[in-house]
């Protein structure tokens, strides 16, 4: 057995492993890349290979946990107060063992979360805050949500409501972004820049609208300059998925370079779009957010 330091020195480095990763824009992990973490040179897998709980043999408690984008066996599923149940194997022993024993420790954990067959987004740190042995789950707090909202179980109504939402929605944004960008072959659907951290998932209609929901039919991968001048309503696209430009934009003086070539240059050009055709921009999505398009216009 490694001692508490090692261990507490391997979790660390665990997490700073994934910020370099997450820093050069890679947003989702295959098992294999999961797989090939060092640690003074000793690899120490940080998935299990057929299990979603990661516990070397070396270590008191453990080290991830895991779901899979279609998993039947799990579930997992957000409460009033944003924590998250995680059902862990039905026997007693195992893996819950070490489960337990991270919760009686209170030690950091990454939860590696799947977004499609064989990728997965990594949360941390995260920590387990309650143990229940007779529904077999779990409790997990995200660590930023639970300094900002304080004790779960201490919580207000309202309080708890909220945490849901903000929990929800830090779980579901990056799924979103990670299935857009997927459909566009992480593309930019405008010009076309295929540079990770450049790239953005936009929503067509906003998801604070009661029917942005986050579905990649409502979404379109586009470079960060395009994702704002969509969001500011000074490109539109219309049912056809045809670029319009704003007016305001045309009647600039500012010419050559890049304004010329990426904005005021696309008018009438059409986005790529995602080969599979339920992955391609919903038509009421877009005839919605086009109306908003010319109702801006009409302002300027």
């Known amino acids: 057995m490694r001692s508490r330091d090692e261990q507490d020195a391997i979790r660390r480095d665990v997490f700073r492993w994934l910020d370099l990763r997450l820093g050069e824009g890679m947003h989702e992990f295959t098992r294999d890349e999961l797989a090939s973490y060092e640690f003074d040179g000793e690899r120490i897998p940080l998935v299990d290979q057929s299990r979603g709980i990661r516990n070397p043999r070396d270590f008191e408690a453990t080290l991830s946990i895991l779901t899979s984008s279609k998993s039947t066996d799990y579930a997992d599923e957000i409460e009033p107060g944003g924590l998250l149940r995680y059902s862990y194997r039905s026997q007693e022993g195992g ?28 949360f941390y740190p995260v920590h387990i805050v309650a143990d229940d042995p007779v529904e077999r789950v779990v409790k997990i707090a995200l660590d930023d949500e639970f300094e900002i909202f304080g ?9 708890k409501r909220y945490a849901e939402r903000s929990v929800r929605q830090r779980l579901h944004q990056p799924l979103f ?12 659907a405008v010009c076309g820049l295929a540079v990770p951290q450049l790239l953005e998932a936009a929503h067509i209609v906003p998801d604070a609208h009661e029917d942005g929901e986050p579905a990649v039919s409502n979404g379109i991968a586009l470079c960060v300059l395009h994702h704002a001048a969509f969001d500011g ?3 539109g696209i219309d049912i056809d998925g045809v670029l319009h430009v704003s007016r305001f934009l045309e009647s600039l003086s500012t010419g050559g370079g890049l304004f010329e070539v990426g904005l005021r240059g696309i008018a009438g050009k059409s986005i790529a779009l995602p080969r599979r055709r339920s992955d391609r921009p919903s038509v009421a999505a877009l005839t919605q957010r086009f109306m908003e398009f010319l109702a801006a216009e009409e302002t300027r």
């Open 95 to 122: 893996d819950n063992v070490k489960l337990k024993r991270a919760f009686e420790t209170e030690v950091p954990l990454v939860y590696f979360r799947g977004v499609r067959p064989n990728f997965y987004q990594a």
């Open 233 to 235: 309503n000074l490109i």
């Open 177 to 188: 972004r990670a299935w857009v960008l997927n459909a566009y072959d992480a593309a930019c």
């Open 151 to 159: 004790d779960p179980f201490t919580m207000t109504g309202i309080q």
